[in-house]
Each structure stands twice: as structure tokens, then as C-alpha cells.
């Protein structure tokens, strides 16, 4: 056939804007008569669909690719097509009949296969003569699949007016990937069966959150700013689930990313308020330190929109992150609690000025993305990577070493967004009682114990974690651990990941009760969340331990360290480490050098390259000391055994005091087949140099009033005015009642474990060494610290060396505190109790509890009995060798002891009573009668009165009763048992 060819210029207007287009149109000499061009429009007529390409495309009728009996359109969208690349249908003549909208049917359907989920695809309807048109746009869901795609005109693109049922719309143009510039390949699609009206088998597109990207729908992904492919793939670490796949280049823009959403939004606002602002997102990053951006708005009003960002802590693994909105960040918005925020967009690496430089250099990533959802998503299950797999109520005398044993899942790079909580006699927990720090592997057992010395004896080791009364647990107490994104600071909420025992319910009695005794997890158990699953652990039974001395001659031993969550660890791939463990480096010292080696299994290479990124893990330096690895990313031939490749780390010069410092970096492996193997964790230890000249404390206290000192100590306990700090050679107290440290104390950042440094004019007050307000000339605040473990010690010999220990941290065990001091059992502010044990009952030392504002001590129970952690004050004017006190400075430093009473019968059995005291509520009283005998355990108010009959009858071998103490008036009390033979008498204080 013979072609007539002339120049075209016409103009085609999109909701873009107007574009001239110059083609080459071909007209046949002798056109063939053309059939009606009608919807529904199948292609599998022998007609001319008048099918023209503009800005890039390639459009031909083909066999169906999947169905070879079915024709279909193949469009090829070129690499570099123009944004608004498209194909035009019914272009000369115009549909035979006009699309048939009304007011109430305004949808299209068109069958659409797409290399890629989340493509936009763009459906334009015009009239041939020019006019009125309509555009709306939605995404494919799946990749190399067939869908049925809906274009709902009433709901227009961005810049297009709705569909008006006046007009005659007669011809459409069908956009793939729209919106998209410099494409860096051609990709096909394949379009057939446009059709008015229709269904989606694709599912419903309603966006809710929180949105898992498990269900079939259109989630609307839009990327922009040179952000590239973000499609939905199944998760490359679980086959079960589907995540969002982004890649992001080296070359996009600083604010490339990705919206999900885009186009209709969610079905209901993000539902902030007040109290909670934010979100959350699992994100797998290739490396650790990328800063992320989270940014929330309404569609169709980009005005409402907010900010906020964090920075990834994980390299090749998994993490939630927290986007905390109610944190804004400089030149960004806050939250308007109420306004409709409905669609949400995340930025990988963003990179512009209005957040601090990006730590990581630029370079192609690809990051993956799931669980988007309002406020905090993680719970307990298998993403909940630390574990509570057993208790521990000890035999020595005052009932320790009391513990707690966790279990690591999964490597934690910070341990402090974890802290756990103990419920004390059914009387839930206190939120966050201690906070866990440093980091943790994978495998690794934590023990937190209420003391050292205790559990050293016991068990053999030390524990991970000395957690003070917080791990004060007795054998009838519930136990809660907590996750924290924002830090899991003691006094604070968190999140409940896991829990032993009904928090609510007092353990005596109760099947899971573990007194003298252990619980211990079964194996592949838990995490359980919040709700205590009792069918997950077994128990030793009450008493089990009760005559142990030692974890290796218990008769029943705690199963200390035998967890297993079913992890099968593979064996013969190659193994990378740190060829050295640590190295030592001044700070401003230049370079150094960090070095990483791979060893075969049998010294034979295997060829495949691997891949492993050293990652910042923890420690007490900060990013702020030390640069991160130079390059992150080392990459092993695969071709020797036993190679070496070398990183530079640098130590930052930074003025001012600070504490000498170390930074943790550990191994992952980002490509190829490989284990981590020791030393798996590389120490960059780091020597301040600034020129000040420091005294241990033994040598400042020798100096005395008067001198001018420089002290480089750690926080013991810190309230309200007074800090005390602490070295290895002895202790000091500041007191500052106004001012920048006063502040730090009020606001957290100085803190019990805070290593701290001051410089001012020691003074004295009352025969105590301080420095005083004024005389602290300079502070300076470093990172956290071990707290110095309380000195066990006896009244006797504080009184005899009293200054030995000033401001220092101690124990002093089963103190009686006098009844008559007790001001009606309650603790009160500004109030000196006498005080004795085993060793003095002179009252030489003396029990403090300080101003209110200086103690969370002031209104607590008054116990008569308990182990008591103080800080060794001094009050006396005219002798400096006397007037020591125990300052109590935290409520859970007091630790109340039963009141207990035994004897031995005349054939040798022994009859004991113990109850708790003070009593509160209900309380347990067990006793041991020894062999058969008539018993009475009765109750006795000061007048003698009988108030109370717990047991009146023949009793054998150890019993347990209850005694309600809620109708009695506060006062003290004798609780009496009487044998045929043996009388015991305990007195107790009843409180309300």
C-alpha cells in the first residue's frame, strides 16, 4: 500500500497542562471501511482501534502473553519517556457511542498486567473535537499478574475536574507509570477489556491502618524524588510475610521517598491527640545510622502536614521504629490534634538542610518497610527479641540472692529501651523500675539481681545487672518487662512484652508461687505479652531451695541458663571477626585502624564473595566521639582463607571533660554466606585528654575544708538538692539547690549511674564534706557508668570509722527500727529514727529520712525489720566522729524483712511463725507446728483483746492461714501461737 505522509503539529492538553506534539501521521491511499469503534473495547475485532503513541511509547495488538487464544494491547513505555507518556484510543473518529455516564455511574474498568505493583496508571476521557475532559488515575497491586483496574471519574487526578454527565466523552488515553521522568529502562505492560463500569479483582482499596501490605488491594505507593521501585515483594527473611521493597540512588534528590496512600488516603484520619503522636514502622536497613523521615498530611492539602524523624540502629536486620510527632523537629510542624491527616510518606536516607547532615555516605540502597501504624506496634511474640525466662527466691539469710533471668531472641543493639518492673503482693508494678543498658547478642542470658554480693555466692558469677530493689522480689511476685522507644527511663511506661505471674494477684498460695525456690520458661515458650501463661513454666515448688547454699550442691538447682527458643544454628560456612577485640586511642588522635578477617571451614575458599557492614552497637561514647567506620562495608573475594581487610575509625577532639570512654562495633553480614565468630565485637576504647587535674576522692576528702578540687566520680543516688558521688577510693555530697545541675537532676540527665565531673571549693556543714551552692565552679556530664555496688556493713562498725564511709552507699542488714519512732508506721520527712542490730543497740547511728523534696522515702511503710540501702550522712556540730546517720534517699532502698519467731520443741521438731511486716490488707501467716499438737494462733490488740483467730485445733508440719487486716485500726499488734509445749509472739504493725 502506498502512504501519503505530512507533518502533523497539534496540541494535546493533559491535567499537566498543554503540550505540542509533532508526529508523522500515515494515511492510507485507499483507506479500508471502518467497523463501529465501540466500548467495550477487547481487541479482538478485526478493526482500526485508531491507536496512537505519544512522548515515548509503543503500542501493538498482540497475542495475550498468558492466554494465546486472547488479543490484548502491548505497550512498551522507552526508557527516558516524558512524564505524560501515553496511548490514545478512538483518536480520529471517536468512540461510536459516547462513555454513557450519569450522576451515579462514573467508573471504567480496563484489564491491566504490570511488571511492577504500586504503577500508577492514568485513564483520560476527551472529546475528539476538543473540550471538556476528565482524568483519575489508581495503582496496580500486583506484579506480573493480570487485574482488573476501576477509574472512578468522580474522584479526579490532582488539576482535572470531574466527569460531567452533559459532555460526550469519545475517546481515551490510557498513561502507564505516569508522572515518572528519565525512566532508566523500557518496560512492557499489557492492557485489554475497557469496559464502562466494572469491578476490581484486584479487591476493595480501602487503606486502613495498621496497614501490613498483606492484602490484595491498591495501597496507592507513589514514589518521588528519584526514589525508584517501590513494589511489593515477599520479605527476603520470612516467606510468609510481604513488605514494601524501596530503592533509593545515590542520585535521587534529598527528599526522595515514598507515599502510601497517595491518591484517596486512608479511611479514617490518623487519630492523633494529645497524649499520643506517634508512629510506627518495621524497616529493614542496610545499614545503621540512615536517617529516616516520617511525614504525615491530607490529601488535596499539602498546608496540614507534620514531620519528624529517627535514625536506624539496626544494619541488615529488622526493627520497629518510632516516629514521635509530638517531638517536632527544627523548621517542621507540630500535630494539630483533629486535623484529618490521611495519607503518610517515608524518606530513606532524606538528606535536605532542615535536618542534621546525614552520617552515611551516598550511595544506592534498598530498603524494605511493613506494619505502618498509629502509635507503638510491638508486642509480644516472636519480633519481641528479649525474653523473662526465670525467677529466683533465695535461701541465704535476708532471702537472697533474689533474681531474674532474660533471654536475648535476637541481637540488641541498645538495651536501654527495655526495663522490667516487679508487682510486690498483688499490687501491680510501678511502670519502668530499672532500665537495662549496653547491648546484647542473640543467645545471651541477663541476670538482674537485687545485689551482688549475694548472688556471687550463690551462683558462682555476677550478675549482668545489680537492680536493687527493683529485683527485690519475693517468692509470691509478679514480674513485668517493658519496651520503650523513647527510652525505658525508670518512673516511665513502656510497653508490656512480657510478664511472670498475675501482676494483680498476690502469689501466696497461687499455683505459680516460688518462695525459697525458682520458675524457670519451657523451651520455644514466649514471649507472652501481657497476659501470664502459666502452662509456659515449670516450678520447683515452695521451699525447694530452702536449705541450699550453693547452685552446684542444691538438692533442686535453678535450671539457670538452659532456655533454648529452638534456633538451629547451621554449621561449615565461612566465619568473619575482628582480628583484634580493642584497641586504645587518644581522642584527637587521627586514625585508627579497625581490621575484620574471614576464615574457611578446612582453610578451602569457596570463591563467593561476602559482604559485611561494622556497625556502631553501643558503649558509652556517643556519635558524637567517634566517626563511624571508614568504609562501613568491607567485601571479601571469597578467594583466601583467612583475609584481612582494614576500616579507619577516628576519635573526635572534643573540649571539655568527659570520662574516658569506649564505643562497641559489631559484624553483619549484608551479602553472601557467612557467620559472625569471635571476637565478634570490636572495643574502640577512647582516653580524654583535656588538660585538668583530678583528684580521687580519698585525696580531696584528705585535703579538707577550704581546698579547690577537680573530681572525676559516678552517681550513687541523686534527689532534689543533694547528688552524691562515688569513686573507688570514696565518696562526696553536693548540694546545689538552684542552677544548671540542680536542673539536670530535676529533668533526668544527671542521674544514679551518671559518670559526672565537678570542680568547686570543698566546705563543711555539721562535720559532712560537700561542696556547696556556690562554691561548684564547673560541671560536666559523661556517659552512664556502673553504679558502685552498696558496701554491706554493720551499725558497729559505722559508728566506730564512721568517716571511713561518708556519702558513700551501704547496706546495712535486718536494722529494727524502733517502734517508738515510728510515727504511726509511716515514714516522715525531716525525721531521725534510732535504730539497732545485730552488732549495736546503742543507737549510736541513726536513720534520716531528709526534706520530701530530697527522698521519695516520706510517706512510705515504716517496717520494723529491714535491710536498709543509705548513703552515709553526718549531723553533729561539735564532734566529727560521731553523729553518722543513713540517709534513705530511694523507697525501694528499704527492704522489708518478716517478722519471724522459732523454737525448739522438746522432741526436737521446730515450731516457727512468720508474717509480713507491716501489715496491709490481707497478709499470709505461716507457721510450723512441728509434730501433732493442739495450736492456737491468735491475733492481740495492746490491751490484750483477742481480734483475730487465724487457728484453734489439732495441726501438724507447716501450714499457711490468711489474716484480713482491712477492718483493723493501724496500731501495733501481737500475733501469738501457742503449742502444748511452745509460745511464740511476733509483734507487728497494722497500717492503712
Keep these: 500500500m502506498r502512504l501519503s505522509t505530512h507533518a502533523l503539529r497539534a496540541s494535546y492538553r493533559t491535567a499537566s497542562g498543554l503540550f505540542l506534539l509533532l508526529a508523522l501521521v500515515g494515511t492510507a491511499a485507499s483507506p479500508k471501511a471502518q467497523a463501529a469503534l465501540d466500548l467495550p473495547i477487547t481487541f479482538e475485532e478485526d478493526i482500526n482501534y485508531e491507536i496512537r503513541d ?589 583475609e584481612i581487610l582494614s576500616a579507619t575509625l577516628t576519635a573526635v577532639g572534643n573540649d571539655g571533660d568527659e570520662p574516658n570512654e569506649t564505643a562497641l562495633f559489631g559484624l553483619t553480614v549484608t551479602d553472601g554466606v557467612a557467620t559472625v565468630g569471635d571476637p565478634s565485637v570490636f572495643t574502640f576504647s577512647i582516653v580524654d585528654t583535656d588538660p585538668f587535674e583530678f583528684y580521687t576522692i580519698a585525696d580531696a576528702r584528705a585535703l579538707g575544708a577550704g581546698e579547690y578540687v577537680s573530681i572525676r566520680a559516678t552517681v550513687t543516688r541523686t534527689e532534689g538538692a543533694f547528688t552524691y558521688i562515688q569513686d573507688a577510693t570514696g565518696a562526696l555530697t553536693i548540694r546545689q539547690t538552684s542552677g544548671g545541675f540542680f536542673d539536670g537532676v530535676a529533668d533526668g540527665s544527671i542521674h544514679p549511674g551518671s559518670f559526672i565531673r565537678v570542680t568547686g571549693e570543698l566546705s563543711e556543714f555539721a562535720s559532712l564534706l560537700q561542696i556547696n551552692d556556690s562554691d561548684l565552679d564547673s560541671y560536666a556530664v559523661g556517659g552512664d557508668q556502673p553504679i558502685p555496688a552498696a558496701q554491706v556493713v554493720t551499725l558497729a562498725e559505722l559508728a566506730a570509722n564512721g568517716e571511713a564511709y561518708e556519702a558513700e552507699l551501704v547496706t546495712v542488714q535486718e536494722v529494727t527500727i524502733g517502734a517508738g519512732d515510728n510515727n504511726g508506721g509511716i515514714f516522715t520527712e525531716r525525721t531521725t529514727y534510732a535504730i539497732t542490730d545485730a552488732s549495736d543497740a546503742t543507737g549510736a547511728v541513726s536513720l534520716r529520712v531528709p526534706n520530701a523534696a530530697d527522698t521519695t522515702v516520706d510517706g512510705e511503710d515504716v517496717p520494723p525489720r529491714a535491710d536498709v540501702t543509705a548513703v552515709v550522712g553526718q549531723f553533729n556540730f561539735d564532734d566529727p566522729t560521731t553523729g553518722y546517720q543513713l540517709l534513705v534517699i530511694e523507697a525501694e532502698d528499704i527492704e522489708a524483712l518478716p517478722a519471724v519467731a522459732s523454737e525448739t520443741r522438746p522432741d526436737g521438731s521446730v515450731v516457727s511463725l512468720t508474717v509480713a511486716n507491716p501489715l496491709r490488707g490481707m497478709a499470709t501467716v505461716r507457721f510450723s507446728a512441728g509434730t501433732s499438737s493442739e495450736v492456737s494462733v491468735a491475733l492481740y490488740d495492746m490491751l490484750g483483746r483477742r481480734v483475730a483467730t487465724l487457728v484453734d485445733g489439732p495441726v501438724s508440719g507447716a501450714q499457711t492461714v490468711s489474716l484480713d487486716a482491712t477492718s483493723l485500726s493501724s496500731g501495733v499488734y501481737v500475733l501469738r501461737m501457742q503449742t502444748e509445749d511452745v509460745a511464740l509472739t511476733e509483734t507487728v504493725t497494722v497500717v492503712r
Design 54 to 642: 505519544f512522548e515515548g511509547t509503543a503500542t501493538t495488538l498482540v497475542a495475550d502473553p498468558t492466554d494465546g487464544a486472547n488479543m490484548v494491547a502491548q505497550t512498551v513505555r522507552g526508557a527516558g519517556a516524558a512524564t505524560f507518556a501515553g496511548t490514545v484510543v478512538a483518536d480520529v473518529t471517536g468512540l461510536a457511542t459516547p462513555v454513557p455516564f450519569t450522576a451515579d455511574a462514573t467508573t471504567m474498568s480496563m484489564r491491566v498486567w504490570s511488571p511492577r505493583a504500586g504503577v500508577p496508571v492514568r485513564l483520560k476521557i476527551e472529546q475528539t473535537a476538543g473540550g471538556a475532559f476528565s482524568e483519575t488515575e489508581t495503582l496496580t497491586t500486583v506484579a506480573m499478574q493480570w487485574e482488573t483496574l476501576v477509574f472512578d471519574f468522580a474522584a479526579p487526578a490532582a488539576g482535572s475536574p470531574p466527569v460531567n454527565p452533559a459532555e460526550a466523552y469519545n475517546k481515551l488515553v490510557a498513561f502507564f507509570d505516569f508522572g515518572r521522568a528519565d525512566s532508566p529502562m523500557a518496560e512492557t505492560f499489557y492492557w485489554d477489556d475497557i469496559t464502562f463500569g466494572g469491578e476490581s479483582t484486584s479487591g476493595g482499596d480501602d487503606i486502613a491502618l495498621p496497614i501490613s501490605f498483606e492484602e490484595d488491594i491498591n495501597y496507592e505507593l507513589q514514589d518521588f524524588g528519584g526514589t525508584e521501585q517501590s513494589v511489593i515483594i515477599t520479605d527476603p527473611t520470612d516467606a510468609t510475610n510481604r513488605v514494601v521493597q524501596t530503592t533509593r540512588p545515590a542520585t535521587a534528590e534529598c527528599f526522595a521517598g515514598t507515599t502510601v496512600a497517595d491518591a484517596n488516603g486512608f479511611t479514617e484520619r490518623i487519630p492523633f491527640t494529645e497524649d499520643e503522636q506517634r508512629m510506627s514502622v518495621r524497616v529493614w536497613s542496610p545499614e545503621a545510622g540512615a536517617l529516616v523521615l516520617f511525614k504525615v498530611e491530607e490529601v488535596g492539602n499539602p498546608g496540614l502536614n507534620a514531620e519528624t524523624y529517627t535514625y536506624t540502629t539496626v544494619a541488615g536486620g529488622w526493627e520497629t521504629m518510632v516516629f514521635d510527632f509530638a517531638d517536632p523537629k527544627p523548621n517542621t510542624n507540630p500535630i494539630q490534634v483533629g486535623g484529618n491527616y490521611n495519607k503518610a510518606s517515608i524518606f530513606f536516607d532524606f538528606q535536605c538542610d532542615n535536618v542534621p547532615a546525614s552520617t552515611l555516605p551516598a550511595a544506592t540502597r534498598t530498603y524494605y518497610w511493613d506494619d505502618v501504624a498509629f502509635g507503638v506496634e510491638m508486642g509480644g511474640g516472636t519480633d519481641s527479641p528479649l525474653i523473662i525466662t526465670g525467677v529466683f527466691d533465695g535461701p541465704l539469710p535476708g532471702g537472697i540472692p533474689k533474681a531474674i533471668e532474660f533471654y536475648v531472641t535476637e541481637d540488641i543493639a541498645d538495651l536501654s529501651l527495655y526495663g522490667f518492673g516487679s508487682a510486690n503482693n498483688g499490687e501491680d508494678t510501678d511502670g519502668i523500675e530499672f532500665q537495662f543498658s549496653g547491648s546484647a547478642s542473640a543467645g545471651d542470658y541477663l541476670y538482674a539481681a537485687s545485689e551482688t554480693t549475694g548472688f556471687t555466692q550463690f551462683f558462682g558469677f555476677a550478675p549482668t545487672f545489680d537492680a536493687g530493689g527493683a529485683a527485690g522480689i519475693n517468692g509470691d511476685d509478679a514480674i513485668e518487662l517493658f519496651y520503650a522507644p523513647g527510652g525505658a527511663t525508670v518512673g516511665g511506661e513502656g510497653e508490656v512484652i512480657d510478664v511472670f505471674g498475675d501482676i494483680l494477684v498476690d502469689g501466696s498460695g497461687q499455683p505459680w508461687e516460688y518462695l525459697d525456690g525458682w520458675a524457670y520458661r519451657t523451651d520455644e515458650t514466649g514471649p507472652d505479652g501481657s497476659s501470664f501463661v502459666i502452662g509456659n513454666w515449670t516450678f520447683s515448688g515452695v521451699d525447694a531451695n530452702d536449705d541450699d547454699t550453693a547452685q552446684g550442691t542444691a538438692t533442686n538447682p535453678w535450671p539457670i541458663g538452659t532456655y533454648s527458643d529452638g534456633t538451629i544454628v547451621e554449621g561449615n560456612d565461612p566465619v568473619v571477626s575482628f582480628e583484634t577485640p580493642e584497641i586504645t586511642w587518644n581522642e584527637g588522635g587521627g586514625f585508627a585502624t579497625v581490621k575484620v578477617r574471614i576464615d574457611f571451614d578446612g582453610g578451602v575458599p569457596t570463591g563467593l564473595p561476602v559482604s559485611v557492614t561494622i556497625g556502631y552497637t553501643g558503649g558509652s561514647a556517643s556519635m558524637d566521639d567517634v566517626t563511624m567506620p571508614t568504609p562501613m562495608t568491607l567485601t571479601f573475594s571469597g578467594n583466601t582463607d583467612g
